[in-house]
């Protein structure tokens, strides 16, 4: 016996950071979120993710996975959109600099995610 037909690794991993962008970790909030949520349903294709399908994937590739997101995370550190001081990947709860001086205006942030995207299309 065979089961679906494999589910392609790139929308997976796409799946996987923005749902983890979102705060949404557990593989059965993001079975749900992918109903729920538009951007989960695009990336998706509106194909169903069943949610053992996306913890055995995290399983297999915890490693890669782990450094994907530390190069996600350096880049958006070096672009200024987090501050990676305050960064905790498991999510244990850590002191962080919340002074005027470590917040970005709107305009700002919107100026840098500009100045990223004329990079990617050039």
């Not at 053992?52 to 996600?72: G, I, K, M």
């Amino acid at each position: 016996m065979t089961g679906g037909a494999a589910y392609p690794p790139p929308n997976l991993v796409a799946l996987l950071l923005y749902c983890y962008s979102k705060g949404i970790r557990s593989s059965r909030r993001i079975e749900q979120a992918r109903w729920d949520d538009m951007g989960c349903r695009i990336i998706t294709a509106n194909r169903r993710v069943d949610h053992s399908t996306v913890a055995r994937f995290v399983r297999r590739h915890r490693a890669a996975l782990n450094a994907l997101f530390v190069q996600v995370l350096s880049l958006c550190g070096r672009r200024g959109l987090v501050d990676l001081s305050a960064v905790a990947v498991d999510g244990s709860p850590m002191e962080a600099n919340a002074s005027r001086d470590a917040n970005q205006r709107l305009q700002r942030l919107e100026e840098i995610v500009s100045q990223c995207e004329n990079e990617i299309h050039s």
